[in-house]
């Protein structure tokens, strides 16, 4: 009697002895490798992959990411604070230019001195998941502050409405970087 026969007849009368469920989990497949993965890893791994499809909307319905706005190639990055949507300049050519560029048109005089990079321009939206209202948005360009409005187009585009007083609003379209 060769190896291989012997071989082939003891995981026979293993599989035998060992059942019906360690039997299927241990059956040579068709490529005459032997799976040999436990129960637990498999419903494991499903359960990750469904879990994955349920999750990966809901990442892409979120607005929080950073956002290329339309004016001087800025860059604000869209957070939570705590309930609600804020966001901050990262950064714009303006300030690429000149990295300690301060708030010098902000109509309170204190807060002048405040640098660009990294001021939070964007307070307290709250909705979701496609809108978000009630919230601030300063324009450091003019120095003043109106009411906002965040609507999600799609993964990659949101809609910025600022307010002095509804109708008067002016609407910039953002393209997400990440």
């Given amino acids: 009697m ?20 360690e039997n299927a989990r241990r059956q040579p497949c068709e490529a ?10 498999v419903v494991f791994g499903a359960a990750l992959a469904v ?7 809901l990442l892409a319905a979120d607005a929080t ?8 190639g800025g860059q604000i990055e869209i957070t939570r604070c705590g309930a609600n949507l804020c966001g901050a300049i990262v950064t714009s050519k303006d300030i690429e230019a000149n990295p300690g560029l301060t708030d010098v048109k902000n109509s309170d005089a204190g807060l002048r001195g405040r640098k660009l990079k990294g001021l939070t321009i964007l307070t307290g939206f709250s909705g979701g998941p496609k809108e978000w209202t009630g919230g601030k948005v300063y324009n450091a360009d003019d120095g003043k502050t109106y009411s906002g409005t965040i609507t999600l187009e799609n993964d990659t585009t949101l809609k910025l409405r600022g307010c002095v007083i509804y109708p008067l609003c002016e609407t910039q379209t953002w393209t997400r970087l990440r």
Avoid at 32 to 41: K, V
Avoid at 51 to 57: I, Q, T
Avoid at 65 to 72: A, E, K, N, S, Y
């Fill in 2 to 21: 060769s190896q291989p026969h012997f071989d082939t007849v003891r995981r026979a009368r293993l599989a035998e002895a060992a059942g019906p469920i």
């Fill in 32 to 41: 005459g490798l032997s799976r040999s993965i436990p129960m637990r890893s």
């Fill in 51 to 57: 879990a994955g499809l349920f999750s990966a909307p």
């Fill in 65 to 72: 990411g950073l956002w290329l706005t339309p004016v001087d």
